[in-house]
């Protein structure tokens, strides 16, 4: 054994270009790629601005109909561009990255936002000067008062407010019951794109003139109600087959000054596509992934889709055009590849722009998760891998790219060579695949109510979310519940020492006077009941005022149930719909180890007094070193010690029986959920010194992964803990988000891989929900620390994504690094 | 089964030291004394102290360890920073008590060695079940050297075997034939090692003759043709990294049936682990 690390291929890859001190530029995706890397991504205020006008306009009419208007008056007037070297077009905002605004939401914080957005830690952007006066003017002016985010904080009695707003201007939140229902419009969502493809938006809109036609013309409900939604169905046909004709438009313009043969049979096969979809049903594969990429764009105009819209299961829907396609001839695989590659930098361009300093921190890296899902079984229930499926997992070895966020669904009949494949891309060290675990997954959705062919056909969106398209009908966004929050207010009686003097919890007496470790955790459980309530709270406002702020035109159309009975996706109700919402629980593995550490050397072992603890976190353990170590010592989450696991699962347990208790009276399945994306980091800067041994305001655990460093009996014990901590006789839970990190040298060679399948065997035997990898080595990203601008490339996996590690804020960066990286022996 | 062992390492989620997922078991207390041995914690039978000085917080934050200690062996600063305060075991005077380890909060002294039962040692293998079964992964006993501890590894592997956990075993070869064979009736594969051919140097390097090594694997060969064997040889600089050693090895062991080989590179990880243990690392020396 030498002591030369092993290196993983990208690690490899990038050490190479730095030798070469060039970036070796191949194909046109590559071309692309190099040059939209350049620069900081930029606010583009189109979107904003052709929104605020159409709404200014409509005012009084009913809210689909006014949002289809403005989608129309977007599709006439916005920029449209057909970039170099691109063969599937469509974009919303300037060349290069960028973002677009979303006044509607939290406009109200956009004064104050486009003076901090360049300059932010977080995902700065930069924005032209006039542009910023525009925003001010003309956008932000006419939605101050009117954005759902101000609705919302009217809206919350005092004792909710106080858990979720800081009491200034832009109501900031206090990352304690935090909602995230003001910085996006809709939970990660999934549409079916295959009506888009069988059907061409002509046929969506036949299908409702013919539905108008057929209305009765006496009906209060037929007039108020149908009647607009299938209008608004119409305009929005109207609108995106018009946005994709004037793409013709333009490539036909750029033809005529185009003077290279092969770039000018590219534009002109650009401008028929464009004419022919997503008006018309796809005839090939390039049709079928153009359609689908307009859908996709347009709906990311529409509104913001939590991580935004993701892509439904690419391998089944594109499959049929791809075979098609191949047997006559005019398709290779690296064609295929190409086009889904022109499609990445795309996406890759869209940045996904939080106003607020809340969403940027939730999103760090300037992350979205269009998640395109990959494997998995068929309606029938058996194996739907196929030669597309490997043609995804090649693309993302092959191009150095976080975008798009592949997600390969993992069963007991999945075969060999995909395994081996999925566990071949791990090994390449980039974080992807994640996977998404059919035999966790399935037997909940039907047990909300789902049939087997809906469940088996269910696409993974966003992070670790998955969807029933056409069941699922609950858009809502949730709270994310800062339970290290309620610890330390079981330790100051109901305060927190960020907040000075506020009382904000419960009183649950004085630390030093509880008598048993009992008491302690009775009155932690009744804090935790307390920010449910809160939430649930939150929650029902929430989901009341929704229906009068949002509406989804184009979302609804390409929903079933919604064009049935002509009722906005963003209703409350929709007949036969399955509502799946979710809580986060943030903080799992901090609470857990605090708990443990309490239990074991305080209460047990006798080793500190309460009093001495306390006066210990007041100091942030500074001149209390021995206490902390015996804190942090203790038994702790990931290791499989029965004795942190039990007390995680009593956790679990207990939130899931409120629920259960409470969520219907929401009209909603409102599940458990522990994937944070990056928001354990923000969330722990209002933490202050925990019993477990953790400084304060340092990052929270993050999702159900253990306290960063604490899980020392390697990655198995890590599954195990994760197993034993669940409550698999209930069904009020969701995804469970678990990072590992190997060392390249635990997946080395032929045999490396065949161990990683079997390791992800035993995760998909243990049902857990979702499992993704990071395979570097740590020096690798201390280097990266210390030389970013040879690691622009290197790209890591972070919560149920990944993004490139030097674009990420130090506190990310350590915190990753802090992650136990798990050697074999 | 109330017997106990001296076990200072339960390894889970090792992948190199036989097929599939495994989780290896190391016994105290191991025959020979290897110079580049890495593991040097595996080599005295009973329990012993370790301290890692980088842990230490130091008398200020804490000194508990120089309170706890009964012959006045800890004393704290001095020749490596005088500054820190950090304990330093003077390992004279220390008897193995445990007392520091006892009362160190950040797991700087640290005791090696557990005892441990063969219910118990089952237990903690079978955490690991399920990962097992994915691919022939399970139980791998090493040291130290198992064969030291006789009846009692015998037991563990028959035990395991009534449990159908696939067993492995890493042996230096230097132990008593007829508790080897016992051993081999209950293992799926054995890893047996073959560090050198040459008698003198064998003594030289290891403290002991390979004499019974040589013979042992012989019989194993004779008695066992079916088990699965794994010779393994690690490359020692000065000692055995030479061509007459590898023609040596590869001479005895051509035309045995079952048997593969496997080199292994000479490292210096278990450096640490000499200071660790109060003890000298004789190996820099060797190093060319």
């Known amino acids: ?825 | 089964m109330g017997e106990s062992a001296i076990v200072f390492n339960v390894q889970r989620y090792s992948l190199h030291d036989g097929p599939g997922i495994r989780t290896v078991v190391f016994f105290k207390g191991c025959p020979l004394r290897c110079r580049w041995c890495c593991n040097p914690e595996s080599q005295r039978p009973e329990r012993e102290v370790s301290y890692l000085s980088e842990k230490c917080i130091g008398k200020k934050a804490c000194g508990f360890c120089g309170d706890a200690c009964r012959r006045g062996a800890i004393f704290f600063g001095g020749f490596r920073s005088p500054e820190d305060g950090k304990a330093i075991i003077d390992r004279a005077l220390c008897d193995d008590c445990l007392s520091c380890a006892a009362v160190c909060p950040s797991k700087a002294i640290k005791v090696e060695g557990e005892a441990m039962t063969i219910s118990e040692i089952l237990d903690a293998v079978e955490k690991d079940g399920l990962f097992y079964d994915n691919g022939g992964g399970g139980l791998t006993v090493s040291g130290g050297e198992p064969l030291a501890q006789g009846s009692f590894l015998v037991d563990l592997l028959a035990a395991a075997k009534k449990m159908r956990i696939n067993t492995a075993m890493e042996t230096c070869g230097y132990g008593d034939y007829r508790t080897l064979c016992d051993a081999a009736s209950y293992l799926d594969t054995i890893m047996f090692d073959i560090k050198s051919l040459n008698a003198e140097r064998h003594v030289h390097y290891t403290g002991a003759s390979n004499d019974l090594i040589v013979s042992n694997f012989e019989s194993l060969c004779r008695d066992f043709p079916g088990l699965k064997k794994i010779v393994r040889t690690p490359f020692i600089p000065r000692f055995n990294d030479n061509v007459e050693e590898k023609r040596a090895i590869s001479g005895f062991l051509a035309g045995r049936p079952n048997v593969k080989f496997e080199a292994l590179a000479y490292h210096r990880f278990g450096e640490g682990k000499y200071r660790a243990l109060g003890r000298e690392y004789n190996m820099a020396e060797h190093e060319g």
């Open chain 1, 1 to 825: 054994m030498s002591n030369v690390p092993v290196l993983s291929p990208q690690e490899a890859r990038i050490a190479d270009e730095a030798a070469l001190e060039t970036v070796p530029i191949a194909g046109r995706t590559r071309r692309i790629l190099e040059k939209i890397r350049e620069g900081r991504p930029r606010i583009d205020v189109e979107r904003g601005y052709y929104f605020t006008k159409s709404f200014q306009r409509t005012d009084g009419e009913p809210l689909i109909l006014r949002w289809s208007k403005a989608l129309l008056h977007y599709a006439e007037n916005a920029s449209v561009y057909v970039d170099d070297d691109q063969l599937i077009v469509g974009r919303c905002g300037k060349p290069g990255r960028y973002g677009i605004l979303y006044p509607e939401l939290d406009g109200n914080t956009l004064r104050e936002a486009i003076v901090n957005l360049p300059s932010r830690e977080v995902s700065p952007f930069d924005i032209s000067d006039d542009d910023a006066r525009l925003i001010v003017t003309e956008i932000a002016s006419y939605w101050e008062g009117r954005t759902f985010h101000e609705d919302l904080a009217k809206s919350l009695a005092p004792e909710t407010r106080k858990l979720t707003y800081n009491d200034d201007e832009s109501l900031s939140s206090r990352f304690i019951v935090n909602e995230t229902a003001s910085f996006r419009s809709s939970i990660q969502w999934v549409h079916d794109y295959e009506i888009v493809l069988e059907k061409g938006f002509i046929g969506i809109r036949m299908d409702a003139e013919e539905r108008v036609s057929r209305l009765d013309e006496f009906s209060p409900v037929d007039n108020t109600e149908k009647k607009p939604f299938l209008q608004a169905v119409i305009n929005v046909c109207d609108a995106i087959i018009l946005w994709a004709a004037r793409h013709a438009d333009e490539a036909e313009r750029l033809f005529a000054f185009e003077t290279d043969e092969i770039r000018r049979s590219e534009l002109r096969r650009i401008a028929e596509t464009c004419r022919r979809v997503p008006a018309n049903p796809a005839r090939n594969f390039y049709e079928a992934v153009q359609s689908q990429w307009f859908t996709q764009v347009f709906s990311r105009v529409e509104q913001k889709t939590g991580t935004v819209i993701s892509n439904g299961r690419m391998d089944q829907y594109l499959y049929p055009y791809y075979a098609r396609d191949k047997a006559a001839g005019i398709l290779d695989d690296d064609e295929a590849q190409e086009l889904l590659e022109c499609v990445w930098v795309s996406m890759a361009q869209f940045v996904d722009l939080y106003l607020s300093s809340a969403g940027g921190a939730f999103n760090e890296g300037y992350a979205h998760w269009e998640a395109v899902t990959i494997g998995g079984q068929t309606r029938d229930g058996n194996d739907a891998t196929n030669d597309l499926t490997y043609v995804f997992l090649r693309s993302k070895r092959e191009f150095p790219l976080n975008y798009p966020d592949l997600a390969a669904r993992v069963n007991a009949r999945s075969p060999k060579r995909y395994l081996y494949e999925v566990a071949e891309t791990i090994k390449d060290g980039a974080g992807f695949p994640k996977l998404i675990n059919d035999e966790e997954v399935v037997p909940l959705l039907l047990s909300k109510g789902a049939r087997f062919d809906e469940a088996y056909d269910y696409s993974v969106s966003g992070c670790a979310e998955c969807r029933m398209p056409n069941r699922d009908t609950y858009t809502s966004p949730n709270a994310y519940i800062n339970f290290a929050a309620a610890l330390e207010m079981t330790v100051y009686n109901g305060k927190m020492l960020y907040y000075g003097d506020e009382a904000l919890g419960l009183e649950t007496g004085e630390f030093e006077d509880f008598k048993s470790f009992g008491e302690f955790f009775d009155a932690f459980l009744r804090q935790q009941k307390n920010f449910l309530k809160h939430a649930f709270i939150q929650q029902h406002e929430i989901i009341r005022l929704r229906a009068a702020h949002f509406a989804s035109p184009l979302g609804s159309a390409l929903h079933r149930l919604c064009t049935e009975s002509c009722t906005d996706l963003h209703q409350p109700k929709i007949e036969g719909g399955i509502d799946l919402g979710y809580f986060e629980y943030m903080g799992y593995g901090t609470v857990i180890d605090s708990l443990a550490a309490m239990k074991r050397v305080v209460f047990e072992e006798k080793k500190v007094t309460l009093a001495k603890l306390k006066e210990a976190m007041l100091h942030n353990y500074e001149g209390y070193e021995a206490i902390r170590q015996l804190m942090l010592n203790a038994p702790s989450y990931g290791n499989d010690d029965p004795y942190a696991d039990e007390i995680g699962k009593i956790l679990d347990m207990e939130a899931q029986k409120f629920t259960s208790k409470y969520s219907m009276e929401l009209g909603v399945h409102m599940d458990l959920r522990y994937v944070p994306f990056t928001s354990h980091v923000p969330f722990g800067r209002v933490v202050s010194a925990t019993p477990n041994g953790r400084k304060a305001y340092f990052p929270l655990s993050d999702g159900s992964s253990a306290t960063q460093g604490s899980d020392v009996n390697g990655p198995t014990a890590v599954l195990l803990s994760n197993f034993r901590t669940k409550n698999y006789d209930r069904r009020e839970h969701a995804a469970r988000l678990l990072n590992v990190k190997l060392s390249p040298s635990c997946v080395r060679g032929e045999d490396g891989t065949e161990k990683l399948i079997q390791f992800i065997r035993t995760w998909r035997d243990l049902r857990l929900w979702h499992i993704q990898f990071n395979v570097l080595n740590r020096e690798t990203l201390l280097e990266a620390q210390k030389a970013p601008e040879r690691y622009r490339n290197l790209l890591v996996r972070i919560a149920g994504y990944s993004a490139y590690f030097t674009e990420l804020s130090p506190d990310l960066q350590s915190d990753i690094i802090a992650r136990t990286q798990h050697e074999s022996f």
